[in-house]
């Protein structure tokens, strides 16, 4: 059975940096790309990143871009996401997910139980 | 807003049989393929429907999905308490190079 598990969010100040981890098991990891996607408090859900299972394409969202890296180990079989200058508007549940294919389609039939990054002072 | 557009609401009675729209463009649903999304808030979002109209394995095939040019719909038929849910429609952008989400319809269950 594949299983997803988030790790690493909590509490951090504005302008401050935290990571983000995805442990995957029950899959054969590479073969599959892999997403962030988070939801606000009160908000739809709002697609992050993507990064193709061989880890060589990466896409971000606008409002993330140049403040957040997506990448793979896939020699440990997990999924990360870097996150600096975080701001008040990135407080948010961030759920990592599974593609279908080894290139994103926003086909994710496998999702983490997300975990709540809280961007406060 | 939302790149996909979808009603922020919709109701239906135990029994009968609802439909969600989701309007794109030609860079998404004219072009890729649209999938469906069960979310209730501070869960994990559910796949519901694939490559337009396939439902993974242990979906109900009360829940369809449809698609023409670049619009999209689900319906659910035989409406129950437990659909009552946020809806998301999604699919793969390729003019932004990004996977876009519909704002979502909340479907209550009268």
């Known amino acids: 059975e594949v299983q997803l598990s988030e790790s690493g969010g909590g509490l951090v100040q504005p302008g401050g940096s935290l990571r983000l981890s995805c442990a995957a098991s029950?899959?054969?990891?590479?073969?599959?790309?892999m997403s962030w996607v988070r939801q606000a408090p009160g908000k739809g859900l709002e697609w992050v990143s993507s990064?193709?299972?061989?880890?060589?394409?990466?896409d971000y969202a606008d409002s993330v871009k140049g403040r957040f890296t997506i990448s793979r180990d896939n020699s440990k079989n997990t999924l990360y996401l870097q996150m600096n200058s975080l701001r008040a508007e990135d407080t948010a549940f961030y759920y990592c997910?599974?593609?279908?294919?080894?290139?994103?389609?926003?086909?994710?039939?496998?999702w983490g139980q997300g975990i709540l990054v809280t961007v406060s002072s | 807003q939302s790149v996909l557009t979808q009603p922020p609401s919709a109701a239906g009675t135990p029994g009968q049989r609802v439909t969600i729209s989701c309007s794109g463009s030609?860079?998404?649903?004219?072009?890729?393929?649209v999938n469906w999304y069960q979310h209730l808030p501070g869960t994990a979002p559910k796949f519901l429907i694939y490559?337009?109209?396939q439902r993974p394995s242990g979906v109900p095939d009360r829940f369809s999905g449809s698609t023409s040019g670049t619009s999209a719909s689900l319906a659910i038929s035989g409406l129950q308490s437990e659909d009552e849910a946020d809806y998301y429609c999604?699919?793969?952008?390729?003019?932004?190079?990004?996977?876009?989400f519909g704002g979502g319809t909340k479907l209550t269950v009268l």
């Open positions: 030609s860079s998404n649903i004219g072009t890729n393929t």
């Open positions: 999604a699919a793969w952008d390729d003019s932004l190079n990004a996977w876009v």
């Open positions: 490559s337009n109209d």
């Open positions: 997910a599974k593609d279908l294919a080894p290139i994103p389609l926003a086909a994710a039939d496998y």
């Open positions: 990064i193709s299972g061989s880890g060589g394409r990466s």
């Open positions: 029950g899959l054969t990891f590479r073969s599959y790309a």
